[in-house]
């Protein structure tokens, strides 16, 4: 079976609750949407690696296959291809 391996997102209130938990008094918390495009998404795979999210749950040591991850890329490009080749 396939298990999640990025850490789960914040919201953005909740960043503003946790610096006024922290004793800002009047924090201002702002969101900007970003599309970055990479060349495949083996590199998208790299680049969240570098992050810290290659495998955040903690305990968990499923295996996964190489013919999974060709698989995952090829879904990868087909859903969120460019014009260009690339992958956002």
């Not at 590199?43 to 969240?48: D, G, K, P, Q, T």
């Not at 999210?53 to 879904?75: Q, Y």
Request: aromatic share 10%; hydrophobic share 40%.
């Amino acid at each position: 079976g396939m298990s999640n391996h990025t850490s789960p997102m914040a919201f953005v209130s909740d960043c503003g609750n946790l610096l006024n938990y922290a004793g800002f008094a009047l924090p201002t918390v702002d969101q900007d949407l970003l599309e970055i495009e990479y060349p495949d998404a083996f590199v998208l795979m790299e680049h969240l690696q570098a992050m810290g999210e290659g495998n955040a749950p903690l305990g968990d040591s499923n295996w996964v296959s190489r013919d999974t991850f060709l698989a995952a890329a090829a879904i990868y490009q087909q859903r969120y291809g460019t014009p260009s080749g690339q992958v956002k």
